[in-house]
C-alpha cells in the first residue's frame, strides 16, 4: 500500500489549504484514516482521524477550525484547514490504518506565515 500526500504549501496566517491524500496497492479494509503533523524541533501529533463508520476526532489546538474527510470506497482522505495560524506549520503526514498494519504518506509541508 503506498500513500501519496498533496496540498501543501505557504499560506497567510487565517488563510486555507486543502490537503489530500490517495491509497494505492492492495487495499483490503481500511479501518481509519488520519493527518498528522510534526512541527519542527517537536514530535509527531494526531490532528485528526476518521473512522470507517466516520466517528471523527481532532486535537484540540484545531477543533472548529479544521475538518477531516474521508473516502473508503476510493481511498481517500482529505483534510480542510481554516483561519490557519502560524503555529500550524509543520510537515503533514497521512496516516491509514489497515488492520493491522498503519501506512505512511510521505509528508506535505505547510507554512503559516504571519
Known amino acids: 500500500v503506498q500513500l501519496q500526500a498533496s496540498g501543501g504549501g505557504l499560506v497567510q496566517a487565517g488563510g486555507s489549504l486543502r490537503l489530500s491524500c490517495a491509497a494505492s496497492?492492495?487495499?483490503?479494509?481500511?479501518?481509519?484514516m488520519g493527518w498528522y503533523r510534526q512541527a519542527p524541533g517537536k514530535e509527531r501529533e494526531l490532528v485528526a482521524r476518521?473512522?470507517?463508520?466516520?466517528?471523527?476526532n481532532y486535537a484540540d489546538s484545531v477543533q472548529g477550525r479544521f475538518t477531516i474527510s474521508g473516502d473508503n470506497d476510493k481511498n481517500t482522505v482529505s483534510l480542510q484547514m481554516n483561519s490557519l495560524k502560524p503555529e500550524d506549520t509543520g510537515v503533514y503526514y497521512c496516516?491509514?490504518?489497515?488492520?493491522?498494519?498503519?501506512?505512511w504518506g510521505q509528508g506535505t509541508l505547510v507554512t503559516v506565515s504571519s
Open positions: 496516516n491509514f490504518y489497515i488492520w493491522p498494519v498503519h501506512y
Open positions: 496497492g492492495r487495499i483490503s479494509s481500511i479501518n481509519a
Open positions: 476518521i473512522t470507517s463508520g466516520g466517528s471523527t
